[in-house]
């Protein structure tokens, strides 16, 4: 059975160390905060758990037994950790500065995230930024990570998220596959056809194409975390995909995908930065959310002047 630490001891060195380095249970009492009562206690208490006498008290000073030299030692050693630690938390809550947890899509570069993160750096030379992409669902509450993006609902209640803007969707396949296939003329049609479902976006076996339109679908030889890995697919003419417009568009521009149904496809995908409760009070993160919002704020309003219809979201 793990020896469990004995919190009032605890209390109880730091009050003897701070009698020491005062000079007196008065002194120590005023720089504690405590009565001087409740110091001699505390120090009283202290001897009687470890049975051994740490002061010799007279009326004109306080001096260490041998014991208490070795003791106070010790408790020092606590005390500097306990104020080191308590200066490196004002720190890390008064300026940006520390180690940086972050995770992204593996598609990080399509949000412009990998020029706006070396700016942000810039920004805050005091702050050492760990990123990691992937698709999966990062681990925040555990604290692997400090804050992550992510795109699409139905995350985790239990976290705080800042909306930084939609995306709007689109149903695509390969000419091979429709030439074979068909083309769906209304979305209903959609469950005769083999689809590829990307579960970040969208749930297993339905997709929502706008407000009140959810549509089956069949699911067909792939179901995948990754809207690069469906958008891979679709290419092979594997079957219809639903995805982000942004990731798909120059294919559909080059011709080797085609929108499907453009009438009736208007859903807007959010992309948000997510964090656990509380940790918007430490500086590091407040500044990283911050200022990936007003950089994406900026980058929107500068697509919406040039007429391409981004929806911003913030």
Not at 149 to 155: C, E, H, Q, T
Request: glycine letters at 6%; charged letters at 25%; proline letters at 4%.
């Amino acid at each position: 059975m793990e020896d469990k630490p004995e919190i009032s001891n605890v209390m109880a060195m730091i009050s003897f160390a701070a009698v020491v380095s005062t000079g007196g249970f008065s002194a120590a009492a005023a720089a504690l905060g405590y009565s001087k009562a409740a110091v001699s206690r505390q120090i009283a208490r202290l001897e009687t758990s470890l049975g051994v006498k740490l002061l010799d008290r007279t009326t004109r000073a306080v001096t260490l037994t041998p014991a208490g030299r070795e003791m106070y030692a010790r408790c020092s050693r606590i005390v500097d950790e306990v104020n080191e630690t308590n200066l490196i938390m004002s720190g890390m809550l008064a300026r940006p500065r520390g180690e940086l947890k972050v995770n992204a899509p593996v598609v990080a570069s399509l949000f412009d995230l990998t020029a706006i993160i070396p700016r942000f750096l810039a920004a805050y030379p005091e702050v050492r930024l760990f990123l990691n992409l992937s698709d999966s669902r990062a681990d925040l509450v555990k604290g692997r990570f400090d804050v992550a993006f992510w795109m699409g609902d139905g995350y985790d209640s239990s976290l705080d998220a800042v909306r930084l803007r939609s995306y709007a969707m689109v149903l695509v396949a390969a000419k091979s596959y429709l030439d074979q296939h068909g083309r769906p003329a209304l979305p209903n049609e959609l469950k005769d056809h083999t689809c590829i479902v990307e579960t970040h976006i969208s749930r297993v076996g339905e997709w929502q194409l706008s407000e009140g339109i959810n549509v089956s679908v069949n699911r067909g030889p792939l179901t995948t975390n990754s809207v690069r890995m469906a958008r891979e697919a679709a290419l092979k003419g594997l079957g219809i995909s639903y995805l982000p417009l942004f990731l798909v568009e120059d294919d559909i521009e080059d011709g080797l995908l085609e929108p499907l149904l453009p009438d009736v496809v208007t859903e807007q995908i959010p992309f948000y930065l997510i964090f656990p409760k509380g940790n918007f009070a430490l500086a590091k993160v407040r500044a990283f959310v911050d200022y990936v919002r007003e950089e994406m704020r900026d980058e929107n309003q500068s697509l919406v002047a040039q007429g391409i219809g981004l929806a911003a979201a913030v």
